[in-house]
T-cell receptor
Framework: KNEVEQSPQNLTAQEGEFITINCSYS?????LHWLQQHPGGGIVSLFM???GKKKHGRLIATINIQEKHSSLHITASHPRDSAVYIC????????????FGTGTRLQVFP | GAGVSQTPSNKVTEKGKYVELRCDPI?????LYWYRQSLGQGPEFLIY????????DSGLPNDRFFAVRPEGSVSTLKIQRTERGDSAVYLC???????????????FGPGTRLTVL
């Protein structure tokens, strides 16, 4: 069983739809990252959070430490949001390495 | 300012050959990370440096993989006797934090796509 699991693995949506991507983890963490990866492109950090909720533009990330769960929401989705969204956790205070989920491939159609 | 850069962007080699992959972190970043991403998978941790020293090399798959960061800035990932299974995108990231800080955002480079024929 992976230490970080994401769902769904693949997601298609029509432009304008509200999107939710989920991440569950089984290890104690000090921080969780949501990352975006475009085809053939590098990885961009969207959020880093350890509690509560963060918002940036149309993106919202929440985390529930007790339930070991985080969600990434995209409001009013747009075709340019099409990418792979990856959840990654920093597993302890003694190492800075990240443990990654396998990603959620999102396609938004006009 | 410049972000994390990696060279080459693509590397094709033959089985059994030696390769070096280079990472230039953001200037002033003390921490540097190497990850490997196979097709359709999320990245996997290989090694990270705090300054010149490897703080955690638990992700290196075997002794054919080695990384150095002699002056605490540029890092080189070295792979000996390459195998077809080494084909992947090798990602580098850097961050500004120290081990005393909990929240150190990592900034990723574009990756080097390694293909072993």
């Amino acid at each position: 069983k992976n230490e970080v699991e994401q769902s769904p693995q693949n997601l298609t949506a029509q432009e304008g739809e509200f999107i939710t991507i989920n991440c569950s983890y089984s290890v104690g963490i000090s921080a969780l990252h949501w990352l975006q990866q475009h085809p053939g492109g590098g990885i961009v950090s969207l959020f880093m959070l350890s509690s509560g909720k963060k918002k940036h533009g149309r993106l919202i990330a929440t985390i529930n430490i007790q339930e070991k769960h985080s969600s990434l929401h995209i409001t009013a989705s747009h075709p340019r949001d099409s990418a792979v969204y990856i959840c990654a956790v920093k597993s302890s205070y003694n190492t800075d390495k990240l443990i990654f989920g396998t990603g959620t491939r999102l396609q938004v159609f006009p | 300012g410049a972000g994390v850069s990696q060279t080459p962007s693509n590397k094709v080699t033959e089985k059994g050959k030696y390769v070096e992959l280079r990472c230039d972190p953001i200037s002033g970043h003390t921490a540097l990370y190497w990850y490997r991403q196979s097709l359709g998978q999320g990245p996997e941790f290989l090694i990270y440096f705090q300054g010149t020293g490897a703080a955690d090399d638990s992700g290196l798959p075997n002794d054919r993989f080695f990384a150095v960061r002699p002056e605490g800035s540029v890092s080189t990932l070295k792979i000996q006797r390459t195998e077809r299974g080494d084909s992947a995108v090798y990602l580098c990231a850097s961050s500004s934090g120290t081990s005393e800080l909990s929240y150190n955002e990592q900034f990723f480079g574009p990756g080097t796509r390694l293909t072993v024929l």
